[in-house]
């Protein structure tokens, strides 16, 4: 089976689904949740036959930058539009969804590599909180811009436009920290699977990784800290909540990009 024809209409599909909700936000279109899940359902059943027979190799797992990329962000978008059901993130569909096309191309325009063969469940058991805690950090990261903005427009007392479409301001707040506590959660695990089953990092170049995503633990600890005994919010946290992640994003794909592009390259 050919993975472009899904590629394209789950580009199509993303693209679509993330417009609508930006002009959402800037008040072009009316409110439209229905639309939006059901296009963006569309683009993850399209987007999953592509991640599929990326990993379709029974011999080996395929961990390459372009893959891990569509990978992420296909479980993104699934994540989001789950958890959107119940809680009010469908905004961050327009950031989210863009990215999830931009990692289709990405995953087109980069050739696949094979990384690690026959992995243990416990590696396995890594790779999936990993991924899992990154997904969720990465959605806690766009509801951060969004508290961001949403406050600066308060503070303003801007009460029209982005501020009309979003949860109050403490609803936002209460969903971003439901998602650092859930990342954290995820996080913590991925940190003591890789300590117990990993053997050697040095020899997997995996030790900038590691602490990379310890300095990103420790942030948000201290963000949970501040939050609940200091009273940290609003940009304060949003802020904190981007430094974690821009760790976590340097952690996941630095590694990958210097090892499969740069030296590659080299």
Known sequence: ??????????????????????????????????????????????HGVVVALS??????????????????????????????????VLSAAAALFPLAALSILLMIGLPATNQQANASPGILLHI????????????????????????QALRRHRTRGIVQVLPPLATMERLLFEFIWAGMLLLTASLIS??????????????????????AWIIFALLLIGHYMLGWRGIRAARWTLGGCALLLLAYFGSKFALHIVFDAA
Do not use: E
């Open 1 to 46: 089976m050919q993975a472009l024809p899904f590629a394209l209409l789950a580009i199509v599909f993303y693209l679509g689904a993330g417009s609508w909700q930006g002009l959402t936000l800037l008040r072009r279109v009316p409110q439209r949740p229905a639309l939006v899940r059901s296009i963006g359902l569309l683009a993850i059943a399209c």
């Open 55 to 88: 990993l379709s190799d029974a011999d080996m797992l395929d961990l390459g930058l372009s893959t891990s990329a569509s990978l992420i962000s296909w479980l993104i978008a699934v994540l989001l539009l789950a958890v959107s059901v119940i809680k009010p």
């Open 128 to 151: 999936l909180t990993s991924v899992l805690a990154f997904s969720l950090f990465t959605i806690a990261a766009v509801l951060a811009l969004l508290l961001a903005r949403q406050n």
């Open 194 to 215: 890789g300590m117990v089953f990993i053997d050697n990092m040095f020899a997997q170049h995996l030790v900038h990784k590691t602490v990379l995503s310890f300095a």
